[in-house]
């Protein structure tokens, strides 16, 4: 926070501790891990980098925070503690998650590569804010709460997981090419990367949904299926959905078969995201 938030001292209590609890509370960090290996593979630097992969996960945690709400998905537990709501209320959750995404934006409109180049920052900026937004991953979330229980379609999982999950990530590849200087060519071959990851890691936490444990997961689990809720799982099968991630694993390493060794934490992600059980 301090590093992010220079003025973070006048952050009232409890918003700056509400804040500081999910942000801190552990996680695998894919989205930021993401946008740094895809800017250094294309030549970027990790300094100019690292405040944009920072405000990433200040984005991917306010999502989280709204997301356990009552209101949304209903959870009482993240990465194995309790969610924000349930320890600091549901208001200041609120709050805390408002305030994470606005000062994921201030954070890369003051970064030194903003000061720098603020036509590519600009460029990252507005690629992040239409997948994090209304058409991407909010929208997403709109189609999860508004489709009907039990009534979903299989082509309509697609779209939601493509939005909810799978925007983010694909924005957090191309961000890092963006802002490490790389070509249209690697940028769209990254973006497509991202994307293919995005629903790797989707189709892979469904499948732990209904095979894991609360001790692997740090969170309930079965409880989208006990919603009436559609998964990849439940839409198409567990089996289908096991093809599907081993399809969709081949496919993102596809995506960056034209890098060479500089792309391999690329391609080293895609497998942890694979043998994930958590």
């Keep these: 926070m301090g590093f992010l938030a220079p003025d973070a001292s006048r952050i009232p209590s409890p918003l700056r501790e509400a804040m500081e609890y999910s942000l801190m509370a552990g996680g695998k960090r894919v989205r930021p891990v993401l946008l740094l290996c895809a800017g250094l593979a294309v030549g970027g630097e990790e300094g100019e980098l690292l405040p944009f992969a920072c405000a990433v996960e200040y984005i991917h945690t306010y999502s989280l925070i709204h997301d356990d709400l009552p209101a949304m998905d209903d959870d009482d537990f993240r990465r194995g503690k309790p969610t924000s709501h349930k320890v600091f209320g549901e208001g200041t959750a609120i709050l805390a998650g408002d305030a994470l995404l606005t000062e994921a934006f201030r954070v890369m409109a003051q970064s030194p590569l903003a000061q720098a180049d603020p036509g590519k ?3 990252a900026i507005a690629d992040l804010a239409c997948a ?5 991953m909010v929208g997403g979330q709109q189609m999860d709460l508004s489709a009907a229980p039990g009534n979903s379609t299989a082509s309509l999982v697609d779209e939601i997981e ?5 925007a983010l990530i694909a924005s957090s590849a191309r961000t890092g090419a963006i802002l490490g200087g790389g070509s249209p060519v690697q940028i769209e071959a990254l973006g497509e990367y991202g994307t293919r990851l995005g629903l790797l890691f989707q189709v892979t936490d469904d499948i732990l949904d209904e095979t894991g444990s609360f001790e692997e997961m740090g969170k309930g689990i079965a409880k989208d299926r006990a919603r009436g809720k559609w998964t990849y799982p439940v839409a198409r099968g567990m089996q289908a959905a096991i093809e599907r991630a081993a399809e969709l694993g081949r496919e993102t390493l596809a995506a960056v078969s034209t890098f060479g060794p500089e ?3 690329l391609r080293e992600l895609v497998r942890m995201v694979q043998d994930r059980r958590k």
């Design 162 to 166: 493509l939005r909810k999950t799978a």
């Design 263 to 265: 792309a391999e934490p």
């Design 121 to 123: 920052a600009v460029r």
């Design 132 to 136: 994090a937004g209304a058409s991407g």
